[in-house]
């Protein structure tokens, strides 16, 4: 599969369309005019990779819905100066906390593969890549379901934080902290 510059560096990535029906189904009540979509799928505007993180989050969006009745439709979700970004209507404190998180994370997952990665600028493109797909590689992405493991224990560690930091859940991520010498939690992760 030969991937294009303009696609490699970041423009016109999509989930490719078995994953998008897959969470358009999983989660179809969270789209906005769901039953009006054009071949049963939401259409997301971002790269495979994410697609954990995807998982992971529009689960804890609506287990809220859910539990607490709170009112939400996504009107788009798509890659934005190489991070992900997720627009809603609607959802409350918990909901924007979540997004954040997910919008924050995104910046070191490679948006093609999944694996851990790096926010940079190659080529005037500001970008989420792993060592292998930094390079001017024309890789293709790895298709495997290692994603719905990677959802769900993103998922339990959102929830785990939000419950220790509620509203300040965010600043607590981009904190420096000396129990991560003196750098923010994503960056002691991945040390």
């Known amino acids: 599969m030969k991937i294009t510059m303009e696609r490699f560096y970041g423009r016109n990535l ?3 369309e078995f994953n998008d029906q897959i969470l358009s189904a999983k989660y179809a009540e969270l789209f906005v005019d769901q039953h009006v979509l054009k071949f049963d799928f939401f259409e997301f505007e971002c790269g495979d990779g994410w697609l954990g993180l995807l998982d ?5 969006i609506k287990k809220n819905s859910d539990e607490n009745g709170v009112r939400i439709k ?15 209507q609607g959802g409350d404190e918990y909901t924007r ?3 954040d998180m ?10 093609l593969c999944g694996s851990p990665g790096d926010y940079h600028k190659a080529h005037g493109w500001l970008q989420a ?5 930094s390079l001017e590689t024309t890789s293709p992405q790895k298709p495997d379901f290692a994603w719905q493991k990677h959802g769900s224990l993103y998922a339990e ?10 509203q300040h859940s965010m ?9 991560f010498g003196g750098g923010d939690s994503i960056q002691a992760a991945k040390q």
Do not use: D
């Open 74 to 88: 996504l009107v788009q979700v798509k890659e934005k100066f190489g991070r992900l970004r997720i627009y809603f």
């Open 97 to 99: 906390t979540v997004v």
């Open 129 to 133: 890549r792993c060592i292998e797909h």
């Open 157 to 166: 560690a959102v929830k785990a934080i939000f419950s220790m930091f509620k």
């Open 102 to 111: 997910a919008e924050f994370v995104s910046e070191e997952i490679c948006e």
């Open 171 to 179: 600043s607590w991520m981009q904190s420096p902290a000396l129990a």
């Open 56 to 60: 992971g989050t529009m689960f804890l």
């Open 14 to 16: 999509n989930l490719n």
